[in-house]
């Protein structure tokens, strides 16, 4: 059974940072593109970063270029989003996300909780 | 950016009524569509991609069409359990730039 696990959110002051983590199990990680979706409280989903199975190539929505890193460990079959000048807007449930064939997410965790607030 | 555009932003159906909702792209996404239901307090679930291939567990009054810049999601006979909140994404671009759709709700009339 695939299930993604993220940790790592909590309040923190604007131009504050924090790394989320999305610990995967029941499926080979490293064969898989995994992403980062995040769901401002009450909105729409919004995609903030992917990254190629290998780690070596890397790519994010425009709202967060410069300021957030996605990363990962094969070896540990995790995911990471180092997330610095945060701001107000960045406040969201984040969702580490499989992606499946081609670009959708077949699986999703349950999502951590950013909030961003002085 | 692809704009993703969908309607009604709320239906109001019964209990075993068909419905279809909407998805516009604001350019063409080809078959670079997928379908996710949400329910309160739950992580999205995938339904359908392809524009048209149900995922895997998926019962088969889910069904999606569609292709460049117009696409629908049916449910043949709505169950209580199919209240939620449904979104459509596209996953045509490359570098990824993947964006969804603000959402339509289905509420119980």
Do not use: H
């Not at chain 1, 940790?7 to 990680?29: D, E, K, N």
């Not at chain 1, 995609?47 to 990962?72: E, H, L, M, Q």
């Not at chain 2, 159906?13 to 307090?41: F, M």
Request: hydrophobic letters at 35%.
């Amino acid at each position: 059974e695939v299930q993604l696990l993220e940790s790592g959110g909590g309040l923190v002051q604007p131009g504050g940072s924090l790394r989320l983590s999305c610990a995967a199990s029941g499926f080979t990680f490293s064969n898989y593109a995994m992403s980062w979706v995040r769901q401002a409280p009450g909105k729409g989903l919004e995609w903030v970063s992917a990254v190629s199975s290998s780690g070596g190539s890397t790519y994010y929505a425009d709202s967060v270029k410069g300021r957030f890193t996605i990363s990962r460990d094969n070896f540990k079959n995790t995911l990471y989003l180092q997330m610095s000048s945060l701001r107000a807007e960045d406040t969201a449930l984040y969702y580490c996300a499989k992606r499946g064939s081609s670009g959708y997410f077949d699986y999703w965790g349950q999502g951590t909780l950013v909030t961003v607030s002085s | 950016e692809i704009v993703m555009t969908q309607s009604p932003a709320t239906l109001s159906v019964s209990p075993g009524e068909r419905v279809t909702l909407s998805c516009r792209a604001s350019q063409s996404v080809s078959s670079n569509l997928a379908w996710y239901k949400q329910k309160p307090g739950q992580a999205p679930r995938l339904l359908i991609y392809g524009a048209s291939t149900r995922a895997t567990g998926i019962p088969a009054r889910f069904s999606g069409s569609g292709s460049g810049t117009e696409f629908t999601l049916t449910i043949s006979s709505l169950q209580s359990e199919d209240f939620a909140v449904y979104f459509c994404q596209q996953y045509n671009n490359w570098p990824p730039a993947y964006t969804f759709g603000q959402g339509t709700k289905l509420e119980i009339k």
